[in-house]
């Protein structure tokens, strides 16, 4: 089992559509967790950023994290065609893990016109 | 600011042979940085983490020999893939944590190397 699961999508939706990204994970030692988008050959760049659980919001994004459930969720309000990527949940801050950042293998996003 | 940049970003390389990759952080330091790589439709997956000044951490699986990683300045970290074969074509990031300020375990990522080797 992995450590962390996401589903690698595709997933579709007309614009401005409300989308959903999750990610579960089996480490309950995990105590921040990072939401990044990539563009096709490139690098990722960070989203969010939330440590234990808890919602947080910026600007369109918002991230929720459920500790007790080990799942983390990633929503985008009025999506746009510009946010289609691959979107990867990130997890670190276990007990002797250091700076560590475990990936999930990223959802695939296409918003369509 | 917080911007990593990577050197080159696409090489192609005779099998044998052995290819340098820099990571720079062009507006920070950075004591540690970490070097990932990426396959087609799959996710980063850790191979080292480099500390300026002291040897690199590898990850269990990943061949020190084989990647050799110098991170000489609180700037510049480098991954020499030596020997290269075909199967360590990839797609190679870094990424870079500042020394000072931003969050916990906050890391800047480079734009990526695509690695081909014939």
């Known amino acids: 089992q992995k450590e962390v699961e996401q589903d690698p999508g595709p997933l579709s939706v007309p614009e401005g559509a409300i989308v959903s990204l999750n990610c579960t994970y089996s480490n309950s030692a995990f105590q921040y967790f990072m939401w990044y988008r990539q563009y096709s050959r490139k690098g990722p760049e960070l989203l969010m950023y939330t440590y234990s659980s808890g919602n947080k919001e910026d600007g369109r994004f918002t991230a929720q994290v459920d500790k007790s459930s080990k799942y983390i969720s990633l929503f985008i309000r009025d999506s746009q065609p510009s946010d289609s990527a691959t979107y990867l949940c990130a997890m670190s801050g276990y007990p002797g893990g250091g700076n560590k950042l475990t990936f999930g293998t990223g959802t695939q996003l296409k918003v369509e016109l | 600011g917080a911007v990593v940049s990577q050197h080159p970003s696409w090489v192609i390389c005779k099998s044998g042979t052995s290819v340098k990759i820099e990571c720079r952080s062009l507006d920070f330091q950075a004591t540690t940085m970490f070097w990932y790589r990426q396959f087609p439709k799959q996710s980063l997956m850790l191979m080292a983490t480099s500390n300026e000044g002291s040897k690199a951490t590898y990850e269990q699986g990943v061949e020190k020999d084989k990647f050799l990683i110098n991170h000489a300045s609180l700037t510049l970290s480098t991954l020499t893939v030596t020997s290269a074969h075909p199967e360590d074509s990839s797609f190679y990031i870094c990424?870079?944590?500042?020394?000072?300020?931003?969050?916990?375990?906050?890391?800047?990522f480079g734009p990526g190397t695509r690695l081909t080797v014939l």
């Open positions: 990424s870079a944590r500042p020394s000072t300020g931003g969050a916990y375990n906050e890391q800047f």
